[in-house]
């Protein structure tokens, strides 16, 4: 098997033990000006008023498809454009109306005290203490789409294991366990970031007869306890639920997420809705997912492809 990364979406960190730094640094109350590769932001049309700024952690391909689908949804407006570096400090202009950041260093970029700030990929982000309204992109649908769509590839399955380790990932648990409930599928949850408490929990038999699911959780999914799920899935035919297609394809069973350009997509509309003065909720969830089966994982578990009762999903080797 080719080497994992250690996280599924971009990150700047290298080491797993980055993942405890950089949810610290986030949640502290200061608004940190990062640096950007150029003092001269690129717009997309010269001589427009630069309304929305796009602001990406890095040149990594997730963020640039997420910035590809904010711009065909916003065809025809200007937007600046940055993405974070270490040499050249740049401050965003005043008449900057909304901030779209992918990842959660460029989320920290200080923003003009009326703008308001889209936020997208990034995942174990806390809320803020700046004034900005914010609005999140979120990487999951909503809980009870999440639950209805495990049913939908596992119709008999009666008990779902979901390991969790940021406070952001909380609520989220809550409203899959209550949405389970309703559909009849138990939702056991057990929050870690520790790779041996995690193999621990895993040998007590916990996920006998279940599946797991695993949120896009970057203090929990780093390369070692990725290959201890993985593992455990592979050893036990347990069904392994993971938030990005990159992981069906190193050894998950399945991936219910949507693309990076949907996310774009999805910033780019509630762009529009807030230029245009119309409503926006502060939690945005897809609604238009991909849905990727690993196939050998799949069979090895025991799923039967041919039962599966929905559509559009898309099969890897």
């Known amino acids: 098997m080719p080497e994992l990364p250690v996280s599924p979406w971009p990150n700047n960190a290298a080491k797993p033990m980055s993942y405890r ?20 932001p690129t717009p997309a049309r010269a001589g427009e008023a630069p309304l929305i700024a796009a602001i990406l952690s890095s040149e990594l391909t997730p963020y640039q498809k997420a910035r590809q689908g904010l711009e065909k949804t916003l065809a025809g407006r200007a937007i600046l454009r940055y993405t974070l570096a270490k040499d050249t400090e740049t401050i965003l202009p005043q008449n900057i109306r909304i901030a779209v950041t992918f990842g959660a260093r460029a989320a920290q970029t200080a923003l003009p005290g009326k703008t308001a700030h889209i936020i ?44 969790w380790a940021s ?12 949405s389970g409930r309703t559909a009849g599928l138990e939702v056991r949850s057990y929050q870690t970031a520790d ?46 639920y993971v938030p990005t297609e990159g992981l069906a394809g190193n050894g998950g069973t399945v991936s219910i997420a949507p693309s990076f ?43 039967d492809l041919s039962g599966i009762k929905i559509p559009g999903f898309r099969l890897i080797r």
């Open 120 to 163: 997208a990929i990034a995942p174990a982000m806390l809320p803020t203490p700046r004034a900005n309204r914010e609005i999140r992109i979120e990487m999951l649908p909503e809980a009870g789409e999440m639950v209805a769509r495990i049913r939908g590839i596992q119709p008999e399955l009666r008990v779902l294991v979901a390991f």
């Open 167 to 178: 406070e952001t990932s909380r609520d989220y648990i809550k409203q899959m366990t209550d």
């Open 21 to 40: 730094q950089n949810a610290n640094f986030i949640s502290t109350a200061a608004a940190v000006l990062f640096m950007f590769q150029s003092g001269r």
């Open 261 to 303: 350009e949907e996310i774009g997509r999805l910033a780019g509309e509630a762009s529009i809705s807030l230029l245009e003065g119309r409503s926006v909720p502060d939690n945005i969830y897809p609604e238009k997912l991909e849905i990727v089966i690993n196939a050998a994982s799949a069979r090895q578990c025991g799923i």
């Open 195 to 240: 790779g041996s408490v995690l193999s621990s929990a895993l040998r007590t038999g916990v996920v006998i007869g279940s599946s797991i699911w695993i949120p896009p959780d970057p203090l929990l999914i780093n390369s070692e306890n990725f290959e201890i799920l993985r593992g455990y899935s592979v050893k036990n035919s347990v069904p392994l």
